[in-house]
Nanobody
Framework: VQLQASGGGLVQAGGSLRLSCAAS????????MGWFRQAPGKEREFVAG????????YYADSVKGRFTISRDNAKNTVALQMNSLKPEDTAVYYC???????????????????WGQGTQVTVSS
């Protein structure tokens, strides 16, 4: 599967952005989907994940209550709605697909099999 992330940009603190990830192929609904981010000089970190149906979602503590992950299997897309953005949310954001059955929100990047190219999110103070 190929993933294409989009929607990044520059926003002021307190603002919102919506990231989208489009997937190719007919097996999208079989994959758990995750969003990760990587800030300069830092390791890639888990942000949010959604199960194959979207019925189970998982969040890093740092984004709970501010970010919402959702997916549309009919359109092969997964989105990350980011509200109340903070300067520390500045990073390159990646979408990723995990083909392991019964996705359980793994926070380990090595558990994901496919990655998008990343989209830059910059939050100014």
């Amino acid at each position: 599967v190929q993933l294409q992330a989009s929607g990044g940009g520059l926003v002021q603190a307190g603002g919102s952005l919506r990231l989208s990830c489009a997937a190719s192929g007919r097996t999208f609904s079989r994959y758990g989907m995750g969003w990760f981010r990587q800030a300069p000089g830092k390791e890639r970190e888990f942000v949010a994940g959604a199960s194959e149906s979207g019925g189970r979602t998982y969040y890093a503590d740092s984004v709970k209550g501010r970010f919402t992950i959702s997916r549309d299997n009919a359109k092969n897309t997964v989105a990350l709605q980011m509200n109340s953005l903070k300067p520390e949310d500045t990073a390159v954001y990646y979408c990723a697909a995990d083909r392991t059955p019964y996705y359980s929100g793994s926070t380990r990047s090595e558990d994901y099999d496919y990655w998008g190219q990343g989209t830059q999110v910059t939050v100014s103070s």
